[in-house]
């Protein structure tokens, strides 16, 4: 597994976007992301995956990154492709 990039909370919030999440809101200092799956059955219960993504001048830190990405259900390697 290749290892996280040092990145902005406007980078990663960017990257998500180009993944299909949509930004919802944003209360304080942080954008709260939602993306919806739709499900084979196609029953109306469709899957609703969320993140928070803290707002900071200066990069993130790694653990909240890899936080971030564990929410997202997005792997490493699909995220740096996305950047």
Known sequence: ???LPRV???ETIKAL???GFVQI???GSHVILKKII???ENDGNDLEI???VPVQK???AIGTLKNILNQAGISVVKFIDNL
């Open 50 to 52: 969320g993140c928070v």
């Open 38 to 40: 739709a499900t084979k």
């Open 25 to 27: 809101r944003q209360k």
């Open 8 to 10: 902005s909370s406007k």
């Open 1 to 3: 597994m290749p290892k």
């Open 17 to 19: 976007e180009r993944l």
């Open 58 to 60: 200066k990069n993130l």
